[in-house]
């Protein structure tokens, strides 16, 4: 005798959990299956995936859920696997709708099924709403955290610095600065028995309530580039990081002028100039002098002066000693190109010309720190302010357009809706629309950064001071006084003059 497989569907909100629990009665076997957690609309749900498996292989002959509902909320989706179903011999029965497909076509299940989509629509349209009103007033919608913060146990709203992970967190940073790769920093954390973010929260009980199974210290390159990630260190809380199109769609990263950022709202772990030196960091890609080494620090801080492109790290030995040589040299050069020269320098030469110069600066600094105060915002005042007024003017100009051309695009739709514009226009008309949008929303994003960067400026020369005094002694060149102090230097050709070779170098 065929043993009969019922696999009965229930979802998250019923009195079921999402084991899976198998009884024998009467040689009929029944698999209880439960999607505990999992919204409707989506069609990965584990569960589903497994009956449709299942059912591929012959496995089932009934299927028992409760309505039509717990099946799926996307009509066009829920008549295909219905479909399926038919074409494999199940039998289905929807027990709360009186629906069995033994006994007929039910003629108003596709309405049903409509129904049910729209009130997922309608549901997810008021919770974005919702959730809407509580992003503009700075609140939290989930209950997420970064590492490093733990919620205030009076009001959730409300974040307090987590007294054993905000120094991992600094620590993390700092490596960066120093030259250190991601890798390198997981596996020191991990040596030193720190617990990773996820065994943290579950030691503190604001994580995982199961026991933690896999190794608490075992730290991986991704929890430390997530924490490279996050704004919220400054003291910022970001909202609207993620959207949707619809509520079938899955989400993606916001655009920045669409985040809301509230500032100094929660405690700073990070200030703002560390978060960006380590962005800029991150931003590079250097090559490792030796296998499980640290890359040369001065790889991405080097450019030509000529085509602009940075300048490449060589490591090898030569001569009749083989002796090592590292030096750099234009990328565009090394490329074989024709329009550069090779701006041949050795390392050590502009170390030590770097630790030269910050000695200096930092001297000057420590005896004239009300002058160097008034120089820079002097300088960055002459230099920026022209182009920050016309950045400003651009701006608003741009803004203006964007929103001109989403009223164009809504009334292009109504006009074709109500057939006063034939296809062929505006086809051509819309596509003109969207492509000025996108070079809008470019333009707005490089904009705003220019605008933010001359803002911060009038407090550089202050964090250039505390930068001074923190840095009491540069006995030696490292990645730590090069990543703090510098962020670009240019490489002049070697010249002649006199019969001396003469290079210039500017930081």
Known sequence: MRILHVLILMLHFLMFHSTVNCVTLNCIKTKHIADDGWSGTRWD?????????????????????????????DHLRVGLLLEQLRENGVRYIAVGEN????????????????????????????????????????????????????????????????????????????????????????????????????????????????????????????????????????????????????????????????????????????????????????GTKRKHQKAGGEPNPLTGVLFCSECG????????????????????????????????????????????LILTAVRRVCRYVRENENIFVERVRESSMLQKEESIKSSRRKLTQSIRRRDEIGTLIKKLYESYALDKIPEKHFTELLAGYDSEQLKLDDEIAVLQTAIDAYNTDSVRADKFIELVKKHTELKEFSATLLNEFIEKVIIHETVKIDGKRTQDIKP
């Open 45 to 73: 749900r584990p569960a589903i995936m497994r009956i449709m498996e299942e059912v591929e292989r012959g496995n089932v002959e009934v299927l028992l859920f409760k309505d039509m509902s717990r099946l799926g909320r």
């Open 99 to 282: 629906i069995d497909s033994e006994k007929g076509e039910d003629d108003f299940m596709p309405f049903r099924n409509i129904i049910n989509e729209w009130a997922a629509k309608e549901t997810s349209r008021k919770i974005r709403a919702i959730n809407e009103s509580r992003t503009k007033n700075g609140k939290h919608v989930t209950g997420a955290i970064p590492y490093g913060y733990i919620h205030d146990p009076e009001d959730r709203q409300k974040w307090l610095l987590d007294e054993e992970a905000a120094p991992i967190v600094q620590r993390i940073y700092r490596s960066v600065i120093g030259g250190k790769g991601v890798q390198i920093i997981a596996n020191e954390l991990t040596a030193e028995g720190i617990l990773t973010p996820a065994a943290h929260w579950h030691k503190i009980g604001a994580g995982m309530k199961k026991p933690f199974n896999a190794n608490p210290c075992l730290w991986a390159p991704g929890s430390v580039i997530n924490i490279l990630q996050k704004e919220e260190y400054m003291g910022w809380i970001v909202l609207n990081k993620t959207v949707k199109e619809t509520y079938k769609s899955k989400r993606k990263p916001n655009t920045p002028e669409n985040k809301l950022i509230f500032k100094g709202v929660i405690p700073q772990i990070i200030d703002e100039e560390t978060w960006t030196v380590v962005q800029r960091l991150r």
């Open 309 to 352: 492109h940075k300048l490449y790290n060589k490591l090898g030995k030569s001569g009749e000693g083989k002796k090592p040589h590292d030096e750099y040299v234009c990328s565009s050069y090394r490329h074989y190109s024709r329009s550069c020269s090779s701006h041949y320098i050795r390392t050590e030469v502009v170390q030590d």
